[in-house]
């Protein structure tokens, strides 16, 4: 199911999506400004990016370094970049400079390899732990479990700034069958701040079936992909686990 009819132009989709995120501010007492909603353009061209920005988007995310690297010098310079995909370690250095964040830093492996790296690169990025709240022996992530105990030597680490979490919930047929994990989500975060005195301020969750409700549970990025570009053209020769 989806929130936002595809039958429309870019224009209608976005102020459509935006008004969905405010409707879900109204019912859960939030403020539609604590939200972002990050375009996912995958597989959808520098043109379409561009008209979008035209309509006031400002923020992109892109899950495969290639695919960002050929796009983001055809986008107009005042859009930011933030990386949502599975990153390999020996893609880090070509990537910390494009992305404003990372919301996907889905191991410490790879995080202590971004710290490293952005001490050579002279940066300090900002990241989001993905955590893994569905459990599912498939998918990679931080297994909520052992989050908080593995969290707190990389909040020592000097130059990754760590803001938050995201996490990506099974595949579901209707919307409410994720709150369960968006809210897990949220109660990691709360217990991992009054546990370790920490503020971790964002929380990445929502995509198109469902962003109504993470924004509800407290998301302060939301994902948004077909619903705001309508359906994505696979590509002929992609490697999809290549970046
Ligand atoms: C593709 C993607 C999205 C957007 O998905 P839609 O269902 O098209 O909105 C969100 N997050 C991640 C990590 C993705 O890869």
């Not at 593995?150 to 995201?166: K, S, T, V, Y």
């Not at 920490?198 to 549970?217: C, K, Q």
């Not at 407290?218 to 948004?224: D, K, L, N, Q």
């Amino acid at each position: 199911m989806q929130y936002v009819s595809t039958n429309s132009s870019p224009e209608e989709r976005l102020e459509n999506i935006l008004t969905q995120i405010s409707s879900a501010c109204a019912r859960s007492g939030r403020d539609p400004r604590e939200i972002e909603l990050v375009a996912v353009a995958k597989n959808h061209t520098a043109e379409e990016v561009t008209t979008l920005a035209d309509s006031g988007l400002t923020l992109i995310g892109e899950n495969r370094l290639q695919e960002a690297k050929a796009k983001i010098p055809l986008c107009p310079g005042r859009l930011r970049w933030h990386f949502i995909g599975h990153l390999q370690k020996n893609k880090v250095r070509a990537a910390l400079p494009l992305f404003e964040m990372i919301h996907s830093v889905d191991s410490t492996d790879l995080a202590v390899q971004i710290n490293r790296i952005a001490g050579e690169l002279a940066l300090y990025p900002r990241v989001l732990l993905e955590v893994n709240t569905g459990g599912e022996a498939s998918k990679i992530g931080f297994n909520p479990d052992c989050l908080a105990s593995e969290i707190e030597p990389l909040l020592a680490l000097d130059r990754i700034q760590i803001e938050g979490l995201m996490t990506i919930p099974p595949p579901i047929a209707e919307p409410e069958n994720s709150r369960p994990y968006f809210a897990r989500l949220r109660a990691l975060r709360d217990q991992i701040e009054s546990e370790l005195h920490v503020r971790l301020p964002h929380l990445s969750m929502g995509m198109s079936g469902d962003f109504p409700i993470a924004v509800e549970e407290g998301a302060t990025f939301v994902r948004v992909g077909t619903a705001l570009f309508g359906p994505r053209q696979p590509k002929a020769q992609q490697s999809s686990q290549d970046d």
